[in-house]
Antibody, heavy 120, light 107 residues
Framework: QVQLQQSGPGLVKPSQTLSLTCAIS??????????WNWIRQSPSRGLEWLGR?????????DYAVSLKSRITINPDTSKNQFSLQLNSVTPEDTAVYYC??????????WGQGTLVTVSS | DIQMTQSPSSLSASVGDRVTITCRAS??????LNWYQQKPGKAPKLLIY???SLQSGVPSRFSGSGSGTDFTLTISSLQPEDFATYYC?????????FGQGTKVEIK
């Protein structure tokens, strides 16, 4: 049974960096057959895919074009987890953030969600 | 990006009703369409993948159909635990995109 456990602060100041971690159990971040996504949800934007990391003999990342200059997703093989960093946040980045496993074309396991509020 | 449009945005139904939710893509996505159920305060849960495949553990009253641009999620006999918001998502091309959701409420 795959489980994803998210951690990270729920409050971030404007212009600072949002950092979240997703710890994986029951699978490996280095699996050759899945990808590891970050997705967020807000009333104004709905569900929005942010990006992913995956391993296919080497590491790859894909990011949403609108966030490409501000986002980094990194795997941590020593801890079997992956992380999200979003720089220069504004109140528009306030949302519930989810990590999720992308099995092939669908997200079959999700983290519990983290409400991140951007406010001074 | 491919736009996903669901209809209706909300509906009221009674336990035992047959419920149908539709999802339309702005261009053909073959069968790369997934359905999720979300309850308040919880993460989305995968119900149907590649248009019509039932995710393990999901009751058989849920079914999906369609291909190209038009897709349907059907709940054959609505149960109390099915009152939730449903989302479609295309995985045909990056970035994956979601519909705006359909809220199923108790009549």
């Amino acid at each position: 049974q795959v489980q994803l456990q998210q951690s990270g602060p729920g409050l971030v100041k404007p212009s600072q960096t949002l950092s979240l971690t997703c710890a994986i159990s029951g699978d490996s971040v280095s699996s050759n057959s899945v990808a590891w996504n970050w997705i967020r949800q807000s009333p104004s934007r709905g569900l929005e895919w942010l990006g992913r990391t995956y391993y296919r003999s080497k590491w790859y990342n894909d990011y949403a074009v609108s966030l490409k200059s501000r986002i980094t997703i990194n795997p941590d093989t020593s801890k079997n987890q992956f992380s999200l960093q979003l720089n220069s946040v504004t109140p528009e980045d306030t949302a519930v953030y989810y990590c999720a496993r992308d099995r092939r074309f669908e997200n079959d396991y999700w983290g519990q969600g983290t409400l991140v509020t951007v406010s001074s | 990006d491919i736009q996903m449009t669901q209809s209706p945005s909300s509906l009221s139904a009674s336990v035992g009703d047959r419920v149908t939710i539709t999802c339309r893509a702005s261009q053909s996505i073959s069968s790369y369409l997934n359905w999720y159920q979300q309850k308040p305060g919880k993460a989305p849960k995968l119900l149907i993948y590649v248009a019509s495949s039932l995710q393990s553990g999901v009751p058989s009253r849920f079914s999906g159909s369609g291909s190209g641009t038009d897709f349907t999620l059907t709940i054959s006999s609505l149960q109390p635990e099915d009152f939730a918001t449903y989302y479609c998502q295309q995985s045909y091309s990056a970035p994956p995109t979601f519909g705006q959701g359909t809220k199923v409420e108790i009549k």
